[in-house]
């Protein structure tokens, strides 16, 4: 059937996400998440390395394992559980243990973001406070501003997303970034604001 033969040349194209590499080793996270208090910086990490690999997919849901005896059934549960086996090599022992019972890839994910991705007010809180405190001081005003980077990025991580397809949007970045200068000015030390 010739839809079946280029299903399966599309499954062995190195630019599909169903490919899988010989060489294809877990990913190296560099953070480990442990209880949930550096989700959104793993959360981050893992975005990057499975975007990477082409196989985000697995974990947003854009890509659905067909049911079983499907002729594409065994390639795309072998594509899950590697990726599985990545979120699962990039969490703490206790971690790990708390979503073993998941089915897929993305129920880890799910599972994971339904604990952790959470829009808290404290943590916000925390955040502007540390953002509104923070001084050059003696700092180097480079290390100053990737501290203040930081807490911005952070911030942003837990404002909502605008899904605005028009330049609607734009206004709201513009103050967004400007408001970002701002806090970087109001905390330089007097020495470097005279001479701007």
């Known amino acids: 059937n010739h839809q079946t033969h280029t299903k399966i040349i599309h499954m062995e194209n190195s630019g599909s996400p169903h490919y899988l590499y010989s060489s294809y080793i877990p990913i190296d996270a560099t953070i480990s ?4 208090d550096n989700y959104n910086s793993w ?7 499975l975007l990477g690999k082409n196989k985000f997919g697995f974990v ?10 499907h002729a594409h059934y ?3 549960h072998r594509n899950n559980n590697i990726v599985a086996s990545w979120i699962l090599n990039a969490l703490s022992k206790e971690m790990q243990t708390s979503v073993l ?3 897929s890839a ?7 973001k339904e604990r952790f991705d959470q829009r808290n007010a404290p943590l916000i809180f925390q955040l502007k406070r540390e953002l509104v405190s923070l001084k050059q001081d003696s700092m180097f005003v480079f290390s100053y501003y990737a501290i203040l980077r930081s807490i911005w990025e952070s911030l942003m991580e837990l404002k909502p997303t605008h899904k605005c397809t028009y330049n609607g949007i734009q206004p709201w970045c513009d103050y967004n970034q400007m408001e970002y200068a701002m806090h970087f000015l109001m905390g330089l030390n007097e020495s470097y604001l005279l001479r701007i």
């Open 60 to 69: 947003d849901g854009s890509i659905v394992e067909p049911a079983f005896g």
């Open 33 to 36: 998440l442990p209880f949930g």
């Open 43 to 49: 959360k981050k990490v893992m975005h990057m390395a």
């Open 106 to 112: 993305k129920a880890i994910w799910d599972d994971l």
């Open 101 to 103: 019972h998941c089915s």
């Open 74 to 76: 065994s390639l795309c």
